[in-house]
């Protein structure tokens, strides 16, 4: 069976014709709409090679309603003037004819008729030529039979003004046979369905061919944070390297644990109120190692373990008030005073990711809080030249193999560096992350032996996510304003990877 | 960090040769300084306001450095020249000398009321200085920078500088009730008292972040000389009287704050960096400070110390293997004069008063190991053998997030710190009943308290996102923190599980089936036998009345489930039934 009898006429037809066929001459000779051949047109072009259609617009002027009425019956104006008598016509009766009001008026400018106002029964309208020469009716019918082009641009702009004529678009099909050409098609079916499987019947059906070039339709699901999905792959890249995770469930930090333990004097800028979030309440930390807190005081104030220390009056008050750990430092310094506390000694590697928190002004790339990285190893005799060992290692994991290192200032490393790899989009050197050996003054306190070394660094998460996921404004990436958009669209977590561009669609 | 900016040609000329801003850059990486921006005045003006203003301003070229905030000795061209010239050994790191004057000593004798404003002063005397413009405008602009970074904005010490020839020693530092001290403020016309002064500053740009520092103390600190000529009123303004100017020939600095060691450091880097225009190049003029118990200092103290460390130390912390002859070098380089003494592997290294920074060995070993060449040292893998170990907690959420995402909930990632009325009014219920954190300085509402619960995060990052098609399945597991005496810092966090289903329909039965997946993934049975779970109904002003059910697995409350009430749901600015989740996982470990 043919695709609907339309389908059928057209094949037939086309197998007769010599060099195609115009799809709405087809129309106009069967006598059905012109939509029903293009319906035949696109159905029959879906079954592959079997026509070959090309679409063609072409104008036309056609009448309107109101221009087939005069091009049959006259202009208002000649049928005005017909239906004048010789002894002339009260103009109100006049004015009740259909054609009456536009047919007077242009009777009247043409000068076919006129008025006499002073007649005795009210104004009367006389003929004033015998025959008049309805040109309007000529030129629509002119139009009517397909000759428009005869007609001037100016005579068809008058007439398209007096909405008589109109010109119209036609989108019609010049089809052709096509390599596959056949009279006889069947229709195709759309799926394969169980009874076709149980009767076999899908053995003597043709199947109407998918649209490979359409899109899937996406699978229901839930999706994993993008910058979580990063810190699921450091913790994976740390793990790989041997390191142990740190508890660093502890937003709350004491100042000590936070600056002092770590040799950070207590006048330093970072302690301040507007780089840091303090506590109302609980303002103070209820306990702290008092033996250790007073060895952190007397290298602070006093020095010692070769220290010239910093020569200040260090205040327990300072050193009790809470804080929202500003790094996860803290939790370093919590674990290395643990780690100082077991004896012997015994090597550790430490890694964390966790959240910290600073007073800041906040701007495109900057948030209150923010996720901080941080890896740390403690051994005997460890050297600058591990330090930046590890570095090479961590970073090639991250798909960074160009770095190099510039001495920097942090306070509780010393050495310290900052890591810079270079960037090939924007063909220079960044800093993607910080790092020192621990100073003696933090480690020697806590206990740990003289010879022990630790080398430590830290980066934040939400910058390197944020170039892997080409994202310019971290409130796009952290908290409530995500664009949960980017949330399902956003790609696996492939650091070691080759960029792509940045998938998100409609992120308005 | 401090940035520092200096005119590039000026820097050049001292440096004694041209660099292309490439090689100057790279110079900078290598002693540890980055050269952050190229620019000049009127590109900064025209950025700032606008083309027009920038107008006739003066397009020399600026370099801006960032300088380590430890380094006092590099934060003027002076400093910077003399540290980068060491480095290159084109010239021997100079010494700086303290010498006492032909006639008498300058005298500052401190009285005893400064005790309970500000303690310490020192001074020092710049003898036969001769300023020029760009070195009388590096002067002030050192002082600047020294009050923004080691004087923290002048808390700590604040500097005056005075021309001497208009004063008369003995100087007499004091404190003195506020609407005692009269006098012609700098570049004022006309007398005020410290009072005035006070208001009058309050709208001053500059000096207003300073006022804060004495304003509500009963006496305020005031220098005089003996003829009661006010030199200034630490730590806000100098006295007119005693303005320097670029003529000035013989400069009395004092340095007055509650940081002795701070205001001894700060006086010897202002001294050993100008004194290289001084008539006797590098030589400081001496002062007495008599204190309040009458025990009498001179300064500048200008001390060199010594400290011996072994070759093999620097060797084995940096990782590389150079004679102590070749380390000594090196040390020498980083402005440290050094030498091989005793058995041959020590060494003696003299820190000079410039070097404040150096308060231990690791400070020289750091030293040396810039000079080497960060870039130079050979990388090696330590050899410490480990086995990792997960944090358990956040082992077991690892796992639970990509099951939650499984179930067809997608995660959200929101801020630990809000408002209290997120956690309390929203919710309603009253902040007293949270046991929340409370933070004493946000700058704004949005950062009062650390969170108690997740779901106003989640309940915003919904509303934020109203123009996705529904229904929306959203979880997030993270920490909430609460008061506990029982921790040492009087606080905690938990590990919440939190989810929401939001649509034009409340499915309770969405989210009570995800509690249900939930306690499968977590191997809890249901029922209350065996440390099993159930959910009893139960109330609370977050939920529908009789929608709202409590969560009891092993034996003891984990959270509460159940559909919003529309008070809720409309207060956070949303308008679908939502139903909500939230356990704490901790039990689960």
């Known amino acids: ?508 | 960090m401090p940035t520092v900016s200096v005119k590039r040609d000026l820097l050049f000329q001292a440096l004694g040769r041209n660099y292309t801003d490439e090689e100057f850059d790279e110079l900078c990486f290598e002693f540890g300084l980055e050269l952050d921006e190229i620019t000049s005045e009127k590109e900064i003006i025209s950025k700032e306001q606008g083309n027009e203003k920038a107008e006739g301003a003066s397009d020399v070229v600026l370099y801006k450095i960032d300088v380590p905030a430890n380094r006092y000795d590099l934060l003027c061209l002076e400093g910077l020249v003399r540290g980068l010239q060491v480095f290159k050994e084109r010239i021997k790191p100079p010494v700086y000398k303290r010498v006492m004057p032909n006639g008498e000593i300058q005298k500052l004798i401190i009285t005893e009321e400064t005790a309970k404003i500000r303690p310490y002063a020192v001074a020092a005397v710049l003898r036969n200085i001769k300023f020029t413009k760009d070195r009388y405008d590096s002067f002030i602009e050192l002082q600047e920078k020294l009050h923004q970074n080691i004087c923290r904005k002048r808390a700590l010490v604040a500097i005056g500088t005075h021309d001497l020839d208009t004063l008369s020693g003995p100087f007499t530092y004091t404190a003195k009730r506020p609407s005692d001290i009269k006098f012609k403020p700098l570049n004022k016309t006309k007398e005020y008292t410290a009072c005035e002064l006070m208001n009058i500053y309050k709208t001053d740009n500059h000096l207003k972040h300073y006022l804060h520092i004495i304003e509500n103390k009963p006496l305020y600190p005031v220098i005089y000389d003996s003829n009661g000529v006010i030199l200034s009123m630490p730590p806000i303004i100098n006295g007119n009287h005693s303005k320097i100017t670029v003529n000035t020939r013989n400069v009395f600095i004092e340095c007055t704050g509650t940081d002795f060691t701070k205001a001894k450091i700060v006086l010897d880097v202002i001294v050993t960096m100008f004194s290289e225009y001084c008539e006797n190049q590098f030589t400081v003029e001496a002062a007495e400070v008599v204190f309040p118990n009458g025990k009498s200092y001179t300064f500048p103290e200008l001390a060199y110390r010594k400290e011996i460390v072994r070759a093999d130390l620097i060797n084995k912390k940096v990782g590389i293997r150079e004679t102590p002859e070749n380390i000594a070098k090196l040390l020498t380089r980083m402005y440290l004069k050094s030498e091989v003494i005793g058995d041959g592997n020590q060494i003696e290294i003299e820190i000079p008063p410039t070097r404040a920074d150096i308060i231990h060995a690791c400070d020289i070993v750091e030293d040396a190991a810039i000079a080497y060449g960060y870039n130079n040292i050979q990388m090696t893998l330590p050899k410490t053998y480990t086995i990792a170990n997960q944090f358990p907690l956040n082992k077991l959420t690892e796992l639970l997030r990509h099951d939650m995402a499984a179930a067809g909930f997608t995660e959200a990632l929101t801020f630990a710190l809000c408002s209290q009325e997120d956690i309390a009014d929203k919710l309603g219920l009253d902040i007293s009943a949270t046991k929340a954190v409370h933070i004493s300085n946000p700058k704004t509402a949005e950062f009062q308290v650390a969170r108690t619960t997740l779901l106003p995060g989640l309940l915003k990052t919904i509303a934020a996102n109203r123009k996705m098609p529904l229904p929306l399945k959203l979880f997030e597991i993270s920490d909430i923190v609460v008061k506990d005496s029982s921790r040492d810092v009087g606080a905690r966090n938990y590990r919440h599980l939190c989810a929401v289903y939001y649509n034009k329909n409340p499915g309770f039965e969405i989210i009570h089936g995800l509690l249900d997946r939930i306690m499968q993934l977590l191997n809890v049975p249901p029922g209350e036998k065996k440390g099993g779970y159930v959910i009893k109904a139960s109330e609370g002003p977050a939920f529908f009345p009789g929608r709202c059910a409590e969560i009891f697995a092993r034996g003891q409350s984990i959270g509460k489930l159940g559909v919003l009430h529309p008070d809720v749901i409309t207060k956070f600015e949303l308008t679908m039934p939502c139903s909500s989740l939230e356990i704490n996982i901790e039990p689960f470990l």
């Open chain 1, 1 to 508: 069976m043919a695709d609907g009898p339309v389908a059928e006429v057209l094949l037939r037809q086309l197998e007769a014709a010599d060099g195609g066929l115009d799809s709405a001459e087809l129309a106009a000779k069967l006598g059905v709409d012109h939509q029903a051949v293009v319906g035949a047109v696109k159905s029959l072009q879906a079954l592959g090679e079997v026509i070959e259609a090309e679409l063609r617009s072409t104008k036309r002027w056609e009448l309107t309603a109101e221009g087939e009425e005069i091009a049959r019956e006259g202009s208002h104006e000649a049928r005005v003037f017909h239906s004048i008598p010789q002894e002339g016509l009260a103009q109100s009766e006049l004015m009740r004819l259909s054609s009456g009001k536009v047919g007077f008026s242009k009777a009247m400018s043409n000068k076919w008729i006129r008025v006499d106002k002073s007649a005795a029964d009210g104004p009367r309208v006389f003929r004033v030529v015998d025959n008049v020469d309805d040109e309007v009716q000529r030129r629509l019918q002119l139009v009517q039979g397909g000759q428009a082009e005869k007609l001037g641009e100016k005579e068809r702009s008058e007439l398209k003004k007096r909405k008589l004529l109109t010109e119209v678009t036609l989108k019609t099909y010049w089809v052709n046979k096509g390599s596959a050409f056949s009279t006889s098609i069947s229709k195709q079916e759309t799926e394969l369905s169980p009874e076709m499987i149980s009767s076999g019947s899908w053995r003597d059906r043709p199947f109407k061919p998918y649209n490979f070039l359409a899109h899937g339709v996406l699978p229901d699901s839930g999706h994993l944070h993008p910058l979580l999905k990063v810190r699921t792959q450091f913790r994976q890249i740390f793990l790989e390297m041997g390191f142990t995770e740190m508890p660093t469930d502890n937003f709350i930090e004491s100042s000590f644990w936070n600056f002092d333990a770590l040799f950070q004097p207590q006048q330093h800028p970072a302690r301040d109120q507007h780089d840091t979030f303090f506590l109302r309440d609980p303002a103070e930390a209820l306990q702290l190692p008092m033996d250790y807190v007073h060895r952190v005081k007397r290298t602070h104030s006093q020095g010692g373990y070769g220290s010239q220390g910093y020569k200040y009056t260090w205040k327990l008050e300072e050193a009790r008030k809470n804080l929202l750990r500003t790094h996860t430092t803290s939790a370093s310094a919590r674990a290395l005073y643990r780690l100082a506390q077991k004896k012997p000694f015994a090597p550790a590697k430490y890694f964390s990711i966790d959240r910290v928190f600073r007073n800041e002004t906040l701007d495109a790339t900057h948030l209150a809080e923010f996720h901080q990285i941080e890896g740390v190893v403690a051994d005997h005799g460890l050297t600058l030249g591990h330090l930046m060992g590890v570095l090479r290692e961590f970073f090639t994991k991250l798909g960074i193999t160009q770095l190099r290192f510039k001495p920097a200032y942090n306070p509780y490393t010393e050495p310290s560096m900052e890591v810079f790899s270079y960037h090939q989009g924007l063909k220079k050197w960044v800093e993607v992350g910080n790092s020192g050996l621990f100073r003696p003054e933090m480690l020697l306190p806590m206990g740990l032996p003289e010879n022990v070394s630790v080398i430590a660094w830290g980066l934040s998460l939400e910058r390197p996510t944020m170039i892997k996921y080409g994202i310019n404004n971290i409130r796009e990436l952290v908290g409530h304003k995500v664009n949960l958009q980017m949330v399902y669209d956003s790609p696996l977590c492939r650091l070691d990877a080759e960029p792509g561009p940045p998938r998100t669609q409609g992120a308005v």
